[in-house]
T-cell receptor, first 115, second 116 residues
Framework: AQSVAQPEDQVNVAEGNPLTVKCTYSVSGNPYLFWYVQYPNRGLQFLLK??????LVKGSYGFEAEFNKSQTSFHLKKPSALVSDSALYFC?????????????FGKGTKLSVIP | GAGVSQSPSNKVTEKGKDVELRCDPISGHTALYWYRQSLGQGLEFLIY????????KSGLPSDRFSAERTGGSVSTLTIQRTQQEDSAVYLC??????????????FGDGTRLSIL
């Protein structure tokens, strides 16, 4: 079985400060990891993914995430937060094994960037 | 843009009625997923279609829920005899590659279903 934990329901950060949204995962094999963002009354929008290779993955809108195998984490980061980054963020994992297709999502973290 | 299109965007209906939710995936995408998002919860997998293969219905919460995908494109999720606990946002997603690929899923804006 695979699972994702986002330990913080809400993260508040001041505009211009760095932000981190935490994610830990559990899979039996090697993970494919994804971050999505959801704005109000919209679907989920893909931000970035880790498949293999460099542990630091860069994505859309200046976001990046660091894969840490020993800690089974994939935290989302951004050096300088914008008010427009305020949204709901979801981490998701899938086992990379053949025949595996189900994505398991975390419960989401609400990010509020304070002007 | 040719994204995933869902209709209606909002649906309000009385308890006990049947509802149909529609999803039009990105052209050429062979994989299609339905999820349910309840307030304060993550995404709950409902059903998965891949090409002409038999769908994975393992996430459907009860036999009141069914889905079909005609011609490998448009999909309809049907909920019969709706209950208040069915109130949620129903999201559809599609992706471009075979099931165990690393391609991301592309989501529609969802249908917000409210059962009175």
């Amino acid at each position: 079985a695979q699972s994702v934990a986002q330990p913080e329901d809400q993260v508040n950060v001041a505009e211009g400060n760095p932000l981190t949204v935490k994610c830990t995962y559990s899979v039996s094999g090697n993970p494919y990891l994804f971050w999505y963002v959801q704005y109000p009354n919209r679907g989920l929008q893909f931000l970035l993914k880790y498949i293999t290779g460099d542990n630091l993955v860069k994505g859309s809108y200046g976001f990046e995430a660091e894969f840490n195998k020993s800690q089974t984490s994939f935290h989302l980061k951004k050096p300088s937060a914008l008010v427009s980054d305020s949204a709901l963020y979801f981490c998701a994992v899938r086992d990379s094994g053949a025949g595996s297709y189900q994505l398991t999502f975390g419960k989401g973290t609400k990010l509020s960037v304070i002007p | 843009g040719a994204g995933v299109s869902q209709s209606p965007s909002n649906k309000v209906t009385e308890k006990g009625k049947d509802v149909e939710l529609r999803c039009d995936p990105i052209s050429g995408h062979t994989a299609l997923y339905w999820y349910r998002q309840s307030l304060g919860q993550g995404l709950e997998f409902l059903i998965y279609f891949q090409g002409n293969s038999a769908p994975d219905k393992s996430g459907l919460p009860s036999d009141r829920f069914s889905a079909e995908r005609t011609g490998g494109s448009v999909s309809t999720l049907t909920i019969q005899r709706t209950q208040q606990e069915d109130s949620a946002v129903y999201l559809c997603a599609s992706s471009s590659r075979p099931p165990n690929s690393n391609q991301p899923q592309h989501f529609g804006d969802g249908t917000r279903l409210s059962i009175l």
